[in-house]
C-alpha cells in the first residue's frame, strides 16, 4: 500500500534538509513515520502543507518520501498533491486552514483524520476559571480572554466542517470518541494509541537522583494549560516547602512583548502579578523552549510532574513522564482518565481543585515508597499503552481496511 501522511510540521531533523525554522515539537511524526517505513507492506511519503506560492520540494531519507508543499488555491493544491497517486490518506491536524482544503480535493473514501487536540471542543475550556481563585485586576483583562478565545472558536470552525465531511477517523480516548460522534455520528472511528518521540523509549527516573521538591510542567503559554490554577498550587505548597520549584518549558510569559502586554491588560500580565503578589518570584522558572532531550533531562531530574490543563484529549508531555516513570499529578480532564488507575500508576484531581494537586503533590515529594509505586505501575502502564511495534501493526490494520473498502466493495 502507498500511504500518503499529510501533516502541519516535519521533525526538526526534516526541516533543517527543507530549510525550514526546526522546533521541538513534530518529534512523535517521525516515530511514527520510522517505524511504518520499516515495515515491507508499506511504502510512506510525508507532506507538510501550508499557504504560500505554488512551491513543492521534496527529499527522501530513510525510505520515507518527504514533501514540503506551498500553496495559493485548490487547483494548485490538487496539482501538486494528486501528482502521485495513493491508497490511504492520512491527515493530522483536522483544526489547520490547510486540513479543511485537502478534505476538499481528495477521495474521503481513501482518507482517514487522525483527532489531535480538538480545538473546537477545547475552545469551551480557554478561560480555564482563569478568575475563581483571584479576580481579574481591570475591566480589560475579560474582554482581552474573550478575544483570544474567540480565535480558538474560528479555528474549530473549519476543524468541524472536516469531521462533517470525514468517513474515518483515528483517535486514542473515550473523549476524543465522544466528540467526533457529535460531530459526526456517522464517521467510522478506530482506536490506535500513538508513538512517543524515540529517546523516551529509553531512561528510566529514579528517587536517587532527581532534584527533590522540583516539579516539572511542560507548557503553560495560554489559559488553557492553566498557569493560574498552578500558582494557586504553589502558593499551598509553599507554606510547608518554602523550597518548592516549579520548572516550567517555553518561554517566559511574564516577559514577553507585545500591545496588550504593554498595556497591562493581558493575560500574561495577571500571572505576572500573581507571581508577585504570592511571593512565587524564587519558586517559579521559566526554562525557554526545550529540545527533546532537554526535556527528557529536566523530567529525570523532576521530582513530580504536574499537568493542570483544563482540558486535553491524551498529552504526550504525560505520556512521556509517566513513560519515564515521573511520578504524576494530572487534573482529570478530558481524555487523560485513559492515562492509568488513581493512586496507582498516578494521581487524578479535579481541575478547579488546586488545593486537591498540592496536597497529592506534597504526598508524593514527603513519601518515597509512594512515589517509587507511582513510578512502577506508570512505566507498566505506559509500556503496554505505547509499544511501538503494536500501535504501528494497529495502524497498518485500519489502512488494510480503508484500502480494501475500496478495492473490494
Request: contains cysteine; aromatic residues 12%.
Amino acid at each position: 500500500m502507498k500511504i500518503l501522511i499529510l501533516a502541519s510540521k516535519f521533525s526538526p531533523k526534516i526541516a533543517e534538509v527543507f530549510g525550514l525554522r526546526a522546533d521541538p515539537f513534530g518529534g512523535w511524526f517521525e516515530g511514527i513515520s520510522i517505524n511504518l517505513s520499516q515495515r515491507d507492506d508499506v511504502t510512506i511519503s510525508y507532506s507538510v502543507l501550508e499557504k504560500g506560492m505554488h512551491n513543492k520540494k521534496v527529499t527522501h531519507f530513510e525510505k520515507i518520501k518527504y514533501q514540503h508543499i506551498t500553496y495559493k488555491n485548490l487547483k494548485g493544491l490538487k496539482e501538486m498533491l494528486l501528482s502521485d497517486e495513493y491508497d490511504v490518506y492520512h491527515i493530522f491536524g483536522a483544526e489547520q486552514d490547510w486540513a479543511f482544503d485537502v478534505a476538499c480535493i481528495l477521495d474521503l473514501s481513501k482518507t482517514v483524520v487522525s483527532i489531535q487536540g480538538l480545538i473546537s471542543f477545547c475552545s469551551f475550556h480557554y478561560l480555564a476559571n482563569y478568575n475563581m481563585y483571584s479576580k481579574a485586576y481591570n475591566l480589560i483583562l475579560p474582554i482581552y480572554m474573550k478575544l483570544n478565545q474567540n480565535v480558538f472558536v474560528k479555528r474549530g470552525l473549519k476543524e468541524v466542517k472536516v469531521y462533517e465531511k470525514a468517513r474515518y477517523c483515528i483517535g486514542r480516548t473515550d473523549w476524543d470518541y465522544a466528540a467526533v460522534k457529535i460531530l459526526n455520528p456517522r464517521i467510522e472511528y478506530f482506536k490506535v494509541n500513538e508513538i512517543l518521540r524515540a529517546s523516551f523509549y529509553s531512561g528510566e527516573w529514579t528517587i536517587k537522583t532527581c532534584k527533590r521538591n522540583t516539579i516539572f510542567v511542560s507548557q503553560a503559554g495560554y489559559p488553557l494549560k492553566a498557569m493560574h490554577m498552578i500558582l494557586e498550587t504553589l502558593k499551598l505548597l509553599k507554606q510547608t516547602m518554602p523550597d518548592v520549584l516549579c520548572r516550567i518549558g517555553g518561554d517566559d510569559i511574564t516577559k514577553q512583548t507585545s500591545l496588550a502586554i504593554k498595556l497591562g491588560v493581558s493575560y500574561n500580565n495577571y500571572i505576572r502579578k500573581l507571581i508577585k503578589s504570592y511571593g512565587l518570584e524564587n519558586n517559579v522558572v521559566f526554562l525557554g523552549l526545550l529540545t527533546e532531550e532537554e526535556v527528557k533531562r529536566t523530567l529525570l531530574e523532576s521530582h513530580v510532574f504536574y499537568c493542570a490543563s483544563s482540558i486535553e484529549n491524551s498529552s504526550n508531555s504525560l505520556a512521556e513522564a509517566m513513560y519515564l516513570g515521573v511520578p504524576s499529578v494530572a487534573s482529570y480532564v478530558g481524555g487523560s482518565s485513559c492515562f492509568g488507575k488513581h493512586k496507582e500508576s498516578l494521581y487524578f484531581y479535579p481541575f478547579d481543585e488546586p488545593y486537591l494537586a498540592a496536597h497529592y503533590i506534597q504526598e508524593i515529594m514527603q513519601n518515597e515508597e509512594i512515589a517509587n509505586s507511582l513510578s512502577l505501575n506508570a512505566r507498566k502502564e505506559m509500556k503496554l499503552k505505547f509499544d511501538q511495534k503494536k500501535n504501528t501493526g494497529d495502524l497498518v490494520k485500519v489502512y488494510n481496511k480503508i484500502y480494501k473498502h475500496n478495492t473490494q466493495g
